[in-house]
């Protein structure tokens, strides 16, 4: 069971995963996915779930029906029963064994922006104005999203590994607060010090 985020960072990662798959056996056959958050609504052709089908999902064996993806397009009345839905799949699948995470200048771990607490599950957000602007020069259909679903704190905290990834120096003060600053709410990534196994990619910035 594998917990998946989309945007920049996890790109390279997905992009070597192809390559063991294609050059040395890598398979997915035995994989269920799922992802860590979707912009709701989200924009067509341009949803987190079309992201990871195109980064990774079409180049490798996963098996018909092993996503298991939070549906952006539902109706607003819709949206609670469709976050339900998603938790009642991950403990019908056993939980995440392992969950890969980038993390938001703000302290975001998926979509949990600050004041997230450590008891929250998958459910309907607002995003931080700075994640917006963010997110529109990454991508411009991203830009105009201003609210999404995503796994809550807890969630996350349930996986049985979690790996984070953060590049650049502009990370580094995240990446420190994360592991070495108070743990609050106001930096939902600082929860992740409560995890018994978590491990940390950056790099030398």
């Given at each position: 069971?594998l917990?998946?985020p989309?945007g920049g960072?996890?790109?390279p990662?997905?992009?070597e995963?192809?390559?063991?798959?294609?050059?040395?056996?890598?398979s997915f056959?035995?994989?269920?996915a799922?992802?860590?958050?979707?912009?709701w609504?989200a924009?067509?052709g341009?949803?987190f779930?079309?992201?990871?089908?195109?980064?990774?999902f079409?180049?490798v064996?996963?098996?018909p029906?092993?996503a298991f993806l939070?549906?952006?397009g539902?109706?607003?009345e819709r949206v609670?029963?469709?976050?339900?839905?998603?938790?009642?799949?991950?403990?019908a699948?056993g939980?995440?064994d392992?969950?890969?995470l980038?993390l938001g200048?703000?302290?975001?771990?998926?979509?949990?922006?600050?004041?997230?607490?450590?008891?929250t599950?998958?459910?309907?957000v607002r995003?931080?104005?700075?994640t917006?602007?963010?997110a529109a020069?990454?991508r411009?259909?991203?830009g105009?999203?201003?609210?999404?679903?995503?796994m809550?704190?807890a969630t996350i905290?349930?996986?049985r590994?979690i790996?984070?990834l953060?590049?650049g120096?502009?990370?580094?003060?995240?990446?420190?607060?994360?592991r070495?600053?108070?743990?609050?709410?106001?930096?939902?990534a600082?929860?992740?010090r409560r995890?018994p196994r978590?491990?940390?990619?950056?790099?030398?910035a």
């Open positions: 069971m917990g998946l989309a960072t996890p790109v990662l997905y992009r995963l192809v390559r063991l798959h294609r050059e040395e056996g890598l056959a035995g994989v269920t799922f992802n860590l958050d979707e912009y609504p924009p067509p341009a949803s779930a079309d992201f990871l089908r195109e980064h990774l079409r180049h064996d996963l098996p029906g092993g939070l549906d952006g539902v109706a607003v609670a029963d469709e976050c339900a839905r998603f938790e009642a799949a991950i403990r699948a939980g995440v392992l969950q890969i980038g200048l703000n302290g975001h771990i998926g979509f949990n922006e600050p004041g997230s607490g450590a008891e599950r998958t459910r309907r995003l931080a104005p700075d917006v602007q963010r020069r990454a411009a259909e991203w105009g999203c201003t609210e999404a679903m995503s809550g704190v905290l349930e996986a590994r790996v984070v953060a590049f120096a502009e990370k580094a003060i995240a990446v420190a607060r994360a070495s600053g108070p743990e609050t709410a106001e930096f939902p600082s929860f992740l995890h978590v491990a940390w990619y950056v790099d030398v």
